[in-house]
């Protein structure tokens, strides 16, 4: 069963424009979300986790649990921003979502 | 300081051959993961491990086994590679707890096998 869905496969925007990565989740319990990002010939690493409320390069994430859901936000895109995205849910092991890949032209 | 170390960037192996893809840590994690990367499926689980000699099936097991003789390393053997396990193939591993909430998964670099 899909835990974590990312609809968008491909998401493109231009720099300084507000951008929105969209994440829902299945899960019945108290979730643990997170977010990875994957540039260019880097390894995947984490961007940021939904239990410590943080900004992180810009990036913001917040739990909605009634809509299940956990977008990640930036106001202003910048051409670094453009890497994969992914998804996380961790129920004793990690779930990640197919991944959104974010292009920010100039 | 690279963390998780995967021995081959990238691997050609021919279809029925064994293949051995290997994983070392060096940050004492007790908890050890593959997954395979493919494009428009992203990261799906293949085994884990969450102490030595212990290891648990994850989404797609079929085709793979694991073994984790010492604490740092975990290795994925193909019994006999086929072509659609052509695929990017990631290690990851993680501390136990209040730990592992605020750093979550440390990957490796990845290895491409290619299954011709």
């Known amino acids: 069963a899909q835990r974590v869905t990312q609809p968008e496969k491909l998401l493109s925007v231009f720099k300084g424009a507000p951008v929105e990565l969209k994440c829902n989740y299945s899960y019945s319990g108290s979730p643990e979300l997170f977010w990875y990002v994957q540039y260019s010939r880097q390894r995947l690493q984490l961007l940021l986790r939904h239990i410590s409320r943080e900004s992180i390069k810009g990036f913001t994430a917040d739990l909605n649990k009634g809509e299940t859901s956990f977008h990640l936000k930036k106001p202003f895109a910048q051409e670094e921003d453009s890497a994969m995205y992914y998804c996380a849910l961790e129920e004793g092991d990690m779930r990640f979502g197919a991944g959104t890949r974010l292009t920010v032209k100039p | 300081d690279v963390k998780v170390t995967q021995s081959s960037r990238y691997l050609v192996k021919r279809t029925g051959e064994k293949v051995f893809l290997e994983c070392v840590q060096d940050m004492d994690h007790e908890n050890m993961f593959w997954y395979r990367q493919d494009p428009g499926l992203g990261l799906r689980l293949i085994y884990f491990?969450?102490?030595?000699?212990?290891?648990e099936k994850g989404d797609i097991p079929e085709g793979y086994s694991v073994s984790r003789e010492k604490k740092e390393r975990f290795s994925l053997i193909l019994e006999s590679a086929s072509t659609n396990q052509t695929s990017m193939y990631l290690c990851?591993?993680?501390?136990?707890?209040?730990?592992?909430?605020?750093?979550?998964?440390?990957f490796g670099s990845g290895t491409r096998l290619t299954v011709v």
């Open positions: 491990s969450y102490d030595v000699k212990m290891k």
């Open positions: 990851a591993s993680s501390a136990a707890g209040q730990v592992f909430l605020n750093y979550g998964y440390t």
